[in-house]
């Protein structure tokens, strides 16, 4: 891994919202046509929320990706659960292997607007055009942000979905933004 990669790492630090069942229900609600397949998500948390999805839906294969210190949290409470699935999982600073793969659904929870934005950019340009479907819960802007995050995160979903929607979650201001290939 390139020096710059892992100072970009050195500095993020994890949290979880536990807010899965709010999640749940906003991807119920906002993705009414999702049934399953092929599933990354983007900073799992605890894992609950990767849990709900496996149990709810028809899931293929089921990859997280997260900080190589939080990545066990998930992982090994999704094995634990014994979910009749493999769990595949990459560390965050091998990001850019997944950038050939093709995905059903794109799930992030919070995580991508705290991430340093060079990696959210590259990430996210990369892997949301080989996707049908995304929901990102987090919020468009804030003391974090130089005012780029949500035109560029918007702009991207329009280029990339043909429908896209956005709605308030009742979580601290954090929007939920999907959008869906046609």
């Known amino acids: 891994m390139d020096k710059h990669i892992a100072d970009i790492w050195s500095s993020v630090k994890g949290h979880y919202t536990k807010r899965d069942s709010m999640y749940m229900e906003f991807l119920d609600k906002m993705l009414p046509e999702f049934n399953g397949g092929r599933i990354l998500e983007i900073g799992p948390g605890t894992g609950e929320f990767a849990k709900m999805i496996i149990k709810n839906y028809n899931v293929e294969k089921y990859r997280v990706l997260d900080l190589e210190k939080n990545i066990s949290d998930s992982v090994n409470y999704i094995k634990k659960e014994?979910?009749?699935?493999?769990?595949?999982?990459?560390?965050?600073?091998?990001?850019?292997?997944?950038?050939?793969?093709?995905?059903?659904?794109?799930?992030?929870?919070?995580?991508i607007p705290e991430t340093p934005k060079e990696y959210r950019e590259d990430l996210l340009n990369n892997i949301i055009p080989n996707t049908k479907m995304s929901m990102i819960i987090g919020q468009l802007n804030g003391d974090w942000?130089?005012?780029?995050?949500?035109?560029?995160?918007r702009?991207?979903?329009?280029?990339?979905?043909?429908?896209?929607?956005?709605?308030?979650?009742?979580?601290?201001?954090?929007?939920?933004?999907?959008?869906?290939k046609k």
Do not use: A, R
């Not at 942000?145 to 995160?153: K, L, M, Q, R």
């Open 82 to 111: 014994n979910l009749g699935i493999t769990l595949d999982y990459t560390f965050s600073q091998n990001y850019k292997d997944l950038f050939d793969e093709e995905f059903d659904l794109i799930v992030s929870n919070i995580c």
């Open 145 to 153: 942000d130089d005012g780029s995050y949500e035109p560029w995160i």
């Open 155 to 180: 702009k991207l979903f329009t280029d990339n979905f043909g429908e896209v929607s956005s709605e308030l979650t009742p979580y601290l201001n954090c929007y939920s933004l999907t959008g869906i």
